[in-house]
């Protein structure tokens, strides 16, 4: 079965455009798929000419004829168009009203121009229909059609040379040489008649038309061999827009996909009266064409399925080749653009294409950020777990830091390159930079966190073997007490930092941040001494009591003292307290300098061999001068190192005094009433003469 023609109405004899018609009629006959290779075939020529029944005949169109019986009157109304069936490419036929002015008004020949310049503005060839016996005559019927033709074609503002096939229907006996010349000389006659403007006053027929004459015998008396002739026609419009072809200017031509919207735009603007610039008119149907091509790709990509798989993937973490899907998601559209775009004014096709392609890439960008923001936080996470690791198998610390650094972000160079597509020169730098610094924060965060940690446990170490021993040092406050104490410190501070050193070696500090924590550490060393001796010092009065009471109460073999006459009370009580006074010389400052000092010197010559006895408030004001121990400071001795003040080593040695001397009280107590009882028994020597004489005699000698 043959295809269908499709005939359509394009324009109505009102002058409306069919345009929805037209779409269906592209639809139907697949012209969008044409690209550039497709025909326009026009018929013009006298009203019941016979045009219907030759496009019928030539292209197997179905074009309405007018039935042979009922006489010569107006059949077609308008313009229609039909496909062309069977002949390649796609050639469309164009079937104009006749143009006989007898059924319309005399004066009534808008139309006629109008659809004369559109047919010679969208067609390849525009076949001239006309009587054999019209061709040398003066009043012929084709000659006011002529005119109108040449003369709307100087309203096209760039001529295309158009393609006229001259139809000669009704051949008669006269040979066809003979008619040729003839008709060309009509044409010629016809071509210098009309007004020409002043651009193409000179311009030669040739120059816009390319002429071809054929005749045709009779279709109602010679129909056998009308079909014959015919059908040898038809052949020449197989192939028409080859080089060589019917169609011989092809400059002109619009993609069959913006066909209708060019068929529409030139009919208005021909309605409005305006002059046809087909070039311009080119870029504009390009411009329109290449934007909704455009629009229409981008919003296919708006709902590509793959487009949308690949945007929810990335939603939840990274996507193994995301450049690659993305870049193919891409490419399709824009070659898709490509494939319907190629056929339009190239400068107009490019520009929208870059602005689809910059739309595309604007729309698809988020998605490449949240990927590039996986990315960036699965290396972070990456960089956390390389580091614990490399350290609990016993990596140094900055030689830790720097492999997995390299090693995270090797990771994320990769992943860039995964998730970069080459239609856009995305810039990964600013990312990257952030992961830097956040693998940077992290490595010293952790640094600080471990360094602080060695820290302490030095610092631990420190207290435990210095607060013990400073402690006992301190209590003994024997002559070597500060001799011993800086030696102590020094030695365990030393080890403590040269330890910490070696374990801070693979952090590979800088000499500044290095030096200052050594210094820290002595510093830490050095305040627990200071501060075991502030507590040592805050107790003073409990040892000193301790001191004096033990050397009281104690002979030098630690037994208990009996307070027998032999005792010697107040030498006693002079070594005791001098033994206490000796504690509180070591207590009154610190000493962790080698330097000499009077401190013990001035205390045993103010208070254990002083006699000044400071009574009156006035003989107060006087000491404060004179008396070494109204002071505040020690000589030589700063007031950071001083533990007790001269003042109040005065004041604690008076309280001292006054509490300790219940205890030497109560040893002369002790001692009294020891010699009492010794007086109670008879004399030693009484008892002896007992002894020898006995009791009887004893008694008679006391007689
Ligand atoms: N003498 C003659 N008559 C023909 C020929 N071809 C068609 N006719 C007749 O001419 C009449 C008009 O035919 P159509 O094909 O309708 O003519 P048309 O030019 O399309 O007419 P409109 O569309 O009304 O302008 C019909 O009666 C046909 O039978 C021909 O080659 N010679």
């Known amino acids: 079965m043959e295809e269908d023609c499709c005939a359509t109405q394009l324009i109505y004899r009102d002058g409306e455009f069919n345009s929805s018609g037209l779409d269906r009629f592209v639809k139907e006959v697949k012209l969008a798929e044409c690209g550039l290779s497709y025909a326009v075939v026009a018929i013009m020529g006298p ?86 016996h019209d061709i040398g005559r003066e009043q012929a019927a084709n000659k006011p059609l002529l005119k109108t033709v040449f003369q709307v074609m100087m309203r096209l503002f760039s001529p295309r040379k158009t393609t006229l096939l001259f139809v000669i229907r009704d051949k008669t006996k006269t040979p066809f040489e003979y008619l040729e010349p003839v008709l060309r000389e009509d044409i010629q006659k016809i071509w210098d008649g009309v007004p020409k403007p002043q651009a193409h006053k000179s311009t030669p027929f040739s120059d816009f038309f390319s ?52 068929a ?21 149907v390009a411009t329109v064409r290449c934007e909704e091509i455009a629009n229409q790709k981008f919003n296919q990509l708006v709902y590509d399925e793959d487009w949308l798989a690949l945007e929810e993937a990335v939603q939840t973490g990274p996507v193994q080749g995301f450049g690659k899907r993305l ?19 190239e400068g107009v096709g490019n520009s929208k294409r870059q602005l689809l392609e910059s739309k595309a890439l604007d729309f698809v960008y988020p998605a490449y950020t949240t990927m590039m923001g996986h990315l960036r936080s699965k290396a972070l996470e990456d960089f956390k777990v390389r580091l614990e690791q490399s350290l609990n198998r016993g990596g ?56 602080s940690e060695l820290n302490i446990n030095y610092e631990k170490q420190l207290s435990a073997s210095l607060t013990g021993p400073v402690e006992a040092l301190l209590e003994t406050g024997g002559k070597d007490t500060w001799t011993s104490t800086r030696k102590l410190l020094n030695h365990e501070t030393e080890v403590a930092v040269s330890e910490f050193s070696a374990a801070v070696a693979g952090f590979e500090l800088d000499k500044d941040t290095s030096t200052k924590m050594m ?28 001191r004096f009471s033990t050397v009281f109460n ?86 950071k190192d001083t533990l007790i003040t001269p003042v109040q080593c005065k004041s604690l040695w008076r309280q001292f005094k006054a509490e300790t001397e219940y205890s030497v009280t109560q040893a002369i107590s002790a001692q009294e009433a020891h010699k009492q009882s010794n007086n109670w028994w008879p004399p030693l020597w009484s008892i002896m003469v007992m002894f020898v004489l006995g009791l009887d005699e004893f008694m008679l000698l006391l007689k």
């Not at 309605?271 to 046809?276: C, I, Q, V, Y």
Request: charged residues 30%; negative net charge; proline residues 2%.
């Open 519 to 546: 210094q820290n550490l002595r510093d830490y060393a050095r305040n627990v001494v200071e501060k075991k001796a502030r507590e040592e010092a805050a107790n003073i009065m409990i040892h000193m009591k301790d």
């Open 47 to 132: 009203q019941s000419s016979g045009k219907s029944t030759l496009l019928n005949h030539l292209f197997h169109t179905k074009f309405r004829e007018m039935d042979a019986y009922s006489g010569r009157s107006q059949t077609t109304k308008g313009i229609w168009i039909a496909k062309c069936v069977g002949i390649e490419p796609c050639t469309i036929a164009m079937d104009l009203e006749g143009t006989d002015g007898r059924e319309r008004g005399e004066d009534d020949t808008t139309f006629e121009k109008q659809s004369a310049l559109f047919a010679l503005a969208v067609s390849d060839i525009v076949l001239i229909n006309m009587w054999c």
């Open 396 to 451: 140094e610390f900055a030689s830790s830091v720097r492999t997995s650094t390299q090693s995270s972000m090797l990771e994320f160079d990769k992943g860039c390159a995964d998730a970069a597509i080459q239609l856009a020169d995305w810039d990964a730098s600013r990312v990257r930079e952030k992961l830097k610094r956040d693998i940077d924060a992290h490595a010293s965060s952790i640094r600080s966190a471990k360094l």
């Open 211 to 262: 002429v071809e004459v054929v005749a045709l015998p009779s279709c109602e008396e010679k129909e056998e061999k009308f079909k014959e002739e015919v059908a040898q026609l038809r052949q020449r419009f197989f192939h028409s827009i080859s080089p060589g072809g019917l169609s011989g200017d092809r400059r002109g031509v619009v993609p069959a996909t913006g066909f209708s919207f060019s």
């Open 327 to 345: 870049s193919s998601i891409l490419c399709t559209y824009l070659s898709e653009y490509d494939m319907e775009a190629i056929y339009f004014d």
């Open 554 to 639: 104690y002979d030098s073999d630690s037994m208990p003292r009996v307070w027998t006459e032999k005792e010697d009370i107040r030498s006693i009580t002079k070594g005791a307290r001098s033994a206490s006074l000796k504690l509180l010389s070591v207590m009154a400052a610190i000493r962790l300098e080698e330097k000499p000092d009077n401190i013990e010197k001035l205390l045993f010559s103010s208070l254990m061999d002083g006699t000044v006895t400071v009574s009156s408030s006035q003989d107060r004001r006087i000491a404060a001068s004179t008396y070494p121990l109204a002071s505040s400071t020690w000589e030589g001795v700063s007031s």
């Open 264 to 284: 529409r735009q030139i009919w208005k603007v021909i309605k409005e009266n305006k002059d046809l610039d087909l070039p311009a008119h080119k870029v504009m």
